[in-house]
């Protein structure tokens, strides 16, 4: 990526690009490098021009970020990007037809773009369980009858991550730039073996 032994970085002006396309925090690269998040911010912006050894020390620690990134599977890798979704406002009828035809026994649940909620099979089982009628739960908004969300992770999170949060949902949620791109199921983990 970078080339620290020949001394040949991109200019201190790159750095605001460099790091959001390994999509890093400026608060993470402050972690990472030593250098105050206020000053990476000064940077970035142009206020200050940064000392030759800052600006080594950023670009090294983003080659290093980036190059231990290369190596490990990353949620974005795994993901199925095809995400079948249904509205918060949908009746459940909708959510029903979609996991037939689709094959799914959950789906997420969205308003708008913004992950709310989830419902299964099981969701609709415990309720007709538990007395309600499928004439009468068809009809209602699936945000009535939703379970909890699932976790949204960003693209960069590592496979290790997401496989210990596995063990307490059904689906991780995989996101870009906050916009929702992939879901991994255990699926997808078992493709992993």
């Keep these: 990526m970078f080339h620290a032994g020949r001394m040949r970085f991109p200019r201190a002006s790159e750095l605001k690009r460099i790091r959001k396309s390994l999509d890093i925090t400026q608060v993470s690269l402050a972690r990472e490098s030593g250098v105050s998040q206020s000053t990476i911010a000064k940077i970035e912006g142009g206020r200050i021009s940064a000392s030759y050894e800052t600006v080594v020390q950023l670009f090294e620690t983003l080659d290093r970020i980036g190059s231990g990134r290369k190596s490990e599977v990353m949620a974005g890798d795994v993901a199925s990007r095809n995400v079948v979704t249904v509205q918060s406002s949908d009746p459940v009828q909708t959510a029903i037809e979609i ?20 419902i299964s099979e099981r969701s609709i089982f415990n309720i007709l369980r538990s007395g309600g009628t499928l004439d009468e739960i068809k009809d209602m908004e699936v945000s009535a009858v939703m379970d909890d969300s699932f976790p949204v992770v960003n693209e960069n999170t590592s496979m290790s991550a997401v496989t210990s949060m596995m063990s307490d949902c059904n689906a991780v949620l995989v996101a870009r730039r906050g916009r929702i791109v992939g879901v ?6 078992l493709r992993l073996i």
């Design 99 to 118: 996991m037939r035809t689709a094959g799914f026994s959950q789906l997420p649940v969205l308003r708008d773009e913004t992950p709310v909620g989830s």
């Design 184 to 189: 991994i199921t255990g699926t997808d983990m």
